[in-house]
């Protein structure tokens, strides 16, 4: 069997995204910087978490560490990538048409349509599309608005999909938790940029980030801090334009809570190609023999035959070792892992010969 290294980020400590809170009810130009850092913390433990939810699905997986002590020169790796095609059922089945409003009441019917009609040319479900992805993915999407910097009368917002990993919101304590703060950070070369956003005011802020952001393997003492203010402006929106979207109430993503079995799959796949391979490439066993001067095992694994000596009266035996793994039991554990993957995810199960149509 083989083991798998550790990662910044493991699959049992996944128990999905935190939500940031923040201790003021409203951000201001004195406390907007340590706001802002006592935010970060938590969404660096986000960022983590996504950035291994993010890089699994694009097959970056535990199973690639994989490392054996007996018989090191057989290592496979297999992957079954379970966690695209999970993520891509939800897709379609929740993105089955492009979101639009309809009305409740009579009369605001032009006006709905309307709007739907703004939200088409603004590119909004082109938004969505990435925004599902990302929540179904991660466990939360995150979208942006902004008005038209042209003032087309015909367009007058664009909606864009953010990174989750870099942008955030942060909530206030209060019932209900309205939003306080919508943030969206940028790193390079160590220095840190922010744009914090409330109802009334922009603030743009510089800082300082230790740590790689968003790569495959980001350190976990990744560490952000806002230093400064550099600038602040008015808020045309009135509004936040930061808004947060979640897969479920505990910011899961849709194949999170399956890891360790997707994790197994894997593992049992891997170790089942090694078995095939050391059947075919099984150790030989000299019983009572002599080989002759100048010749060795491997001759005899190379040329496929060599004469033996029998040592003494004892007859020279000469045998392959070895023992095949059962594929059809290991199948059977495989069948039933993947059916406990489906009916977790609800997803339709890929059982043959049921009775029930509900699946489909």
């Known amino acids: 069997m083989a083991d798998n290294e550790n990662m910044a980020v493991i699959s049992n400590d996944l128990f999905g995204r935190l939500d940031i809170y923040a201790s003021s009810d409203e951000i201001t130009a004195e406390n907007v910087v340590s706001e802002l850092n006592t935010a970060l913390p938590y969404h660096v433990q986000n960022l983590l978490q996504e950035d291994f939810l993010y890089w699994y699905r694009r097959n970056v997986q535990p199973i690639l560490n994989r490392h054996k002590e007996v018989r090191p020169e057989i290592l496979n790796i297999v992957q079954e990538n379970h966690a695209e095609e999970i993520v891509a059922f939800k897709n379609g089945y929740f993105l089955t048409q492009p979101a639009f409003y309809t009305a409740r009441r009579e009369g605001v019917q032009a006006k709905v349509d309307k709007l739907n009609e703004f939200l088409y040319r603004s590119y909004k479900q082109v938004a969505d599309d990435k925004v599902v992805n990302w929540f179904h993915t991660v466990g939360k999407g995150v979208l942006y608005v902004e008005p038209d910097r042209d003032n087309d009368p015909d367009t007058p917002i664009h909606c864009y999909a953010l990174d989750p990993r870099s942008a955030f919101v942060v909530y206030s304590l209060r019932p209900g938790n309205e939003p306080v703060m919508g943030v969206n950070m940028v790193v390079s070369d160590g220095i840190a940029k922010f744009d914090v956003f409330t109802k009334d005011s922009v603030y743009h802020l510089t800082g300082g980030a230790t740590g790689r952001l968003m790569t495959t393997q980001v350190n976990s003492d990744f560490l952000a801090t806002a230093v400064s203010v550099d600038s602040v402006e008015p808020n045309a929106l009135g509004m936040i334009p930061i808004i947060e979207y979640r897969y479920n109430s ?111």
């Open 250 to 360: 505990v910011n899961m993503g849709a194949f999170e809570a399956v890891l360790p079995l997707l994790d197994e799959i894997n593992n049992i796949q891997s170790n089942r190609a090694d078995g095939i391979e050391q059947f075919i490439q099984s150790l030989l066993v000299l019983v009572n023999c002599e080989l002759p001067e100048g010749k060795s095992s491997r001759d005899v694994r190379d040329k496929g035959l060599i004469e033996l000596k029998s040592i003494g009266e004892n007859k020279a035996e000469l045998k392959i070792f070895s023992e095949q793994l059962d594929q059809t039991q290991t199948q059977v554990l495989v069948d039933n892992l993947y059916e406990q993957v489906l009916r977790i995810c609800a997803m339709p199960s890929s059982t043959k010969g049921g009775t029930s149509t509900s699946d489909t």
